[in-house]
């Protein structure tokens, strides 16, 4: 046989494998109409379900830098590191990307950073978040939240034995507090009853049709969106929704402000004082805000309790440094412990733990940035004006070249130096918030907030999990398991 025929043949193999493994899932989960159409054509381009294992298996065999498609994917951390830094030109995510997110309107996320409006936006927000007085005032609602809203749902639901979605729990608890902080109103999502998380639940439908936008060809996800056709049909009635659930809040925060009875020391009323006629403006601010804060914290947590219940020996390390660092005489005056931000700031190792969750598992695992001009990448590619260079992070936090033949291992001491400090250097080769011009603005505040209820969570439960199957994710900008993360839970006793 030719090669040329082997190669047919091999290639036809492939895809009767693919269609043969697709059509046994459709049977297995019913799924429907859409979903078929993207499981059977979208692995040829990248399964979506499984694009990390994809894109992994890619990037193995081919190297860590591959031309598919006229774009440019990656895994290279130093080609990553370039992007991101301000040698891409322009820094720019690309007119069509930022028409795939249109949902972000002229928010921070999709204005290109040489713009004036995102200096502007950028300094806004860099001032308000550094404030000592909303410092103050969003680090009380986290503990709050933890404490009189968490806490008690996981005492009410140890009690009675019951079966929780730990994703969907931290996603109840995010956008609690995201809405608490932002405007000073929270919606109790984490009240026993469970409301429907309609917004987040909005969001899901918005961050799949962007993930189904970023698979099928541009034409034809616009013919959709023209005609309101499937995906698009629903993505128009979550955004309407999101767009009126922000407007309500607005409505009800400006009244507020108006007969004077409104928290002052939250991230929005600032803006609304200064901005209270432009509307465009503040609904773009508040989605982008909450998303960015919500849907990643949720998505960390996850997949950090995922891996602690994989390995008896973090839990155990986490567990004694927490019995170090707090004081005693408080743990015995009350049966339940919980850990505010001061407590949490010294825990070197439960520090770590979340930097290797989020190797791992980085709740934002793909990215895009646009070439402005013809470029070099620091691997020897060359990159064409106007190509698209799209990241994977998943893929650049797992290679063994950089973090060793355990790469895929859950090891949180890697991070941890002779001193007991974070390992600077490893932090060079870590992108998950971000670096240059763009990087994330609530790096501390996530940590703060995320090791608050991991050790809170840990330290006073037992958590068991009943069923999870970390692989098969969720069709979204950020890494959420498909069918979430069941666990049974338990208070400590003594
Ligand atoms: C585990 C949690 C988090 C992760 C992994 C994360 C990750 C990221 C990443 C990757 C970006 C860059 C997006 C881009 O390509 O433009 C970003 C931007 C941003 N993040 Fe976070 N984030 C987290 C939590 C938060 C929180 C809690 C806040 C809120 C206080 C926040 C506020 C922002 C803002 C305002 C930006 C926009 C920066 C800009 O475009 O200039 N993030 N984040
Ligand atoms: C951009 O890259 C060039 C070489 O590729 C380098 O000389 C220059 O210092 C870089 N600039 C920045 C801002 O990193
Ligand atoms: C946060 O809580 C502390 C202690 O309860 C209190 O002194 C402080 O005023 C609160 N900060 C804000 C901004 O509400
Ligand atoms: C790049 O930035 C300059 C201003 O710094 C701007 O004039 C130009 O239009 C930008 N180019 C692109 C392709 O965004």
């Not at 990553?80 to 995510?93: M, T």
């Not at 995201?178 to 405007?183: A, D, K, L, V, Y």
């Not at 070099?376 to 190509?387: E, F, I, N, Q, R």
Request: glycine residues 4%.
């Amino acid at each position: 046989m030719e090669l040329s025929q082997i190669l047919v043949y091999s290639f036809l193999l492939f895809v009767s494998m693919t269609l043969l493994w697709f059509f046994k899932r459709l049977k297995k989960s019913q799924l429907s109409k859409d979903q078929f159409i993207f499981k059977t054509l979208a692995p040829l381009i990248y399964n979506y379900h499984h694009v990390n294992e994809v894109t992994t298996t890619l990037f193995e065999t081919v190297g860590e830098t591959v031309p598919i498609g006229g774009k440019i994917f990656t895994c290279n951390p130093d080609n990553i590191e370039h992007i991101l830094r301000s040698n891409f030109s322009n820094d720019s995510k690309g007119a069509d990307f930022v028409e795939l997110v249109d949902i972000f309107g002229d928010g921070l996320f999709n204005i290109d950073s040489h713009l004036p409006q995102w200096q502007a936006e950028k300094r806004m927000l860099n001032y308000e978040l550094s404030f000592k007085d909303f410092k103050s005032f969003a680090a009380n609602v986290s503990l709050k939240e933890v404490e009189t809203a968490l806490v008690p749902v996981l005492q009410h639901l140890s009690k009675e034995k019951c079966v929780v979605d730990l994703q969907d729990l931290f996603l109840r608890f995010a956008y609690d507090n995201s809405f608490h902080m932002i405007f000073g109103i929270n919606p109790n999502l984490l009240s026993p009853s469970f409301p429907e998380n309609v917004f987040a639940e909005a969001i899901d439908v918005v961050m799949e049709t962007i993930k189904c936008r970023l698979i099928v060809p541009v034409t034809i996800w616009k013919l959709f969106r023209s005609l309101k056709l499937r995906w698009e049909g629903r993505y128009c009635k979550a955004v309407k929704l999101i767009d009126k659930t922000i407007h309500d809040v607005l409505t009800v925060k400006k009244k507020e402000m108006a007969k004077g009875v409104a928290t002052t020391n939250d991230l929005m009323s600032p803006f609304i004082r200064s901005q209270g006629e432009n509307d465009k403006f503040l609904r773009d601010m508040t989605f982008n805000a909450i998303f960015a804060a919500s849907d990643t914290t949720s998505s960390g947590l996850t997949w950090f309790f995922w891996l602690v219940s994989q390995s008896p020996t973090a839990k155990a390390n986490i567990l004694d440094e927490i019995d170090h660092v707090i004081s005693f005489d408080q743990s015995k005056t009350s049966k339940i412990k919980v850990f505010n931000q001061e407590d949490v700031k010294n825990m070197i190792y439960l520090h770590a733990a979340f930097c290797e969750s989020m190797r791992l598992f980085p709740p934002v695992y793909m990215n895009q940035r646009y070439a402005a001009k013809d470029d070099v990448l620091p691997d020897g590619s060359t990159v064409k004006a106007h190509t698209k260079v799209r990241t994977f992070l998943y893929v650049s936090g797992r290679i063994k070249r950089i973090w060793g033949e355990d790469s895929n291992e859950f090891k949180p001491e890697r991070w941890i130096n002779e001193d007991g400090k974070i390992r600077p250097e490893l932090m060079s080769k870590w992108f998950i918030f971000n670096v240059g011009p763009r990087s994330c603005m609530g790096r501390d505040m996530a940590f703060s907030n995320m090791k608050m209820v991991a050790a809170t969570i840990l330290y006073n439960f037992n958590v068991e999990v009943v069923e999870c199957d970390p692989t098969y994710t969720k069709q979204s900008m950020v890494l959420f398991m498909e069918n979430g993360l069941k666990v049974k839970t338990s208070e400590k006793i003594g």
